[in-house]
Structure formats: C-alpha cells, structure tokens
C-alpha cells in the first residue's frame, strides 16, 4: 500500500515560515507528479501547488505564488514544500498528494493522498 507522510507543520506567527516535507513509501515519486492541497475548517480541499513528474513544470494557486515554494528529491523519494511570509488566511491542514504526470490542480488527477499536517498561522 502506497504511504505518503506529512511532516513539518506546526504553529507560527504572520510572516514566519515553515518547511513541509512528504516522504513516500511503497512508490517511487519519479514516477508520478506530486501535489500540496489544503484544507481550511468548513471549506473544501483546494490546490496549492504541483510539481509534474520529471519536474519541468511547476504550478501554484495564486495566492501562493512568490511565497511557497514545492520540489522534489527524487533520490531522497520526497517532496518538499517551502513556505515563506506566511499569512493568517494559510492556515489549514496541508495534505501531500500523488499520481499523474503533469502538475495537475484538479484532486481528481491525484491517487494516492496522506493523512495531512496541520498548519497554523496566528496573526
């Protein structure tokens, strides 16, 4: 079974920042794009951000872009999430993501999931 685990979410005020990781098991990630979503309490899961399978194409949510940061070790079988100038509004439990080849935004192109980490901003 497919194990993809979330690691580096915690607390920290407006403007810090934090490093997610996602360690896969029982897959190789060079095999598939990877993806970060989050989900807020009361809203539905949304994408963050994607990094396709050999890593030449990389996607953000726009309210992300020029603050995270997503790439991959394939040789480490991970990929990472930097996380800069974070804001109140980012807080959310972020969910590790893989499947596919391309840096999909779309949950539905995405078939193996972690079990989340959460991540919360105070202002």
């Known amino acids: 079974q497919v194990q993809l685990r979330e690691s580096g979410g915690g607390l920290v005020q407006a403007g810090g920042s934090l490093r997610l990781s996602c360690a896969a098991g029982?897959?190789?990630?060079?095999?598939?794009?990877m993806g970060w979503f989050r989900q807020a309490p009361g809203k539905e899961r949304e994408f963050v951000a994607a990094?396709?399978?050999?890593?030449?194409?990389?996607s953000y949510t726009d309210s992300v872009k020029g603050r995270f940061t997503i790439s991959r070790d394939n040789a480490k079988n991970s990929v990472y999430m930097q996380m800069n100038s974070l804001k109140p509004e980012d807080t959310a439990v972020y969910y590790c993501?893989?499947?596919?080849?391309?840096?999909?935004?779309?949950?539905?192109?995405?078939?193996?999931w972690g079990q989340g980490t959460q991540v919360t901003v105070s202002s």
């Open positions: 993501a893989a499947g596919g080849t391309i840096a999909a935004i779309s949950r539905l192109e995405y078939l193996y």
């Open positions: 029982r897959i190789f990630i060079s095999s598939v794009a």
């Open positions: 990094i396709s399978r050999n890593g030449s194409t990389i």
